[in-house]
């Protein structure tokens, strides 16, 4: 458990460095992305997978849904 801890810590400090150049979490949201990811793979790699799918999927949708208002307001 401990070296699953520690991979997550590693896993979740990457993805939220990416989020945060991409533009998609601020920077708290960041540090909370890195805490709650890494509780999440050290309960359990599904648990970490879960997190990873909802985390992308809203962020796409959030970028298609800010072009197409961009779109309709002109």
């Known amino acids: 458990m401990i070296v699953r801890a520690a991979c997550g810590a590693a896993i979740a400090a990457a993805i ?3 989020a945060l150049r991409a533009g998609s ?7 909370a992305a890195f805490f709650v ?3 999440a793979i050290a ?3 599904g648990w970490g997978a879960l997190l990873v799918v909802y985390f ?4 796409l949708l959030s970028r298609v849904g ?8 002109g």
């Open 16 to 18: 939220a460095v990416a």
């Open 43 to 45: 309960a359990g790699w």
């Open 37 to 39: 990811g890494a509780i």
């Open 66 to 73: 800010a072009a197409r208002k961009a779109e309709r307001s």
């Open 56 to 59: 992308v999927s809203s962020s």
């Open 25 to 31: 979490l601020s920077r708290s949201g960041a540090g």
